[in-house]
């Protein structure tokens, strides 16, 4: 039985919807990319955000993908592993910028979750 396809509800160039995250991960880069990406997926998935950090900054596009699989992965959003690191490699600020759009929509829509 085929699952349904859960779409991204923020799309990947969507940042004038968000201008200030935008601004943090451009101005304070690279470093400031790593850490609203961990803080992201931590509110996520409610795991400590030092792991996705460091996963981040050590694995660079790598690890990035692994925490982007995160924010799929809580929100049943279709993808594959391979897709999320190419999408960091070329457009990673864009990516998290992305990611935390969705993550703040979602948990603003679904506080109980």
Known sequence: MPRNVIRWEQPLCGCFSDV???MIVCLICPGG???YQALTVSKATGDSCYHAFC???LACCIGAA???KKVR???L???SCVGDCITHL???PLAVCQEHREVYSRESMYPWR
């Open 73 to 75: 992965d809580r929100y």
């Open 20 to 22: 200030s995250s935008c």
């Open 77 to 79: 959003i279709d993808g």
């Open 33 to 35: 990319s790593c850490i």
């Open 90 to 92: 070329f457009c990673g």
């Open 66 to 68: 692994i925490n982007r």
């Open 55 to 57: 996963c981040s900054v």
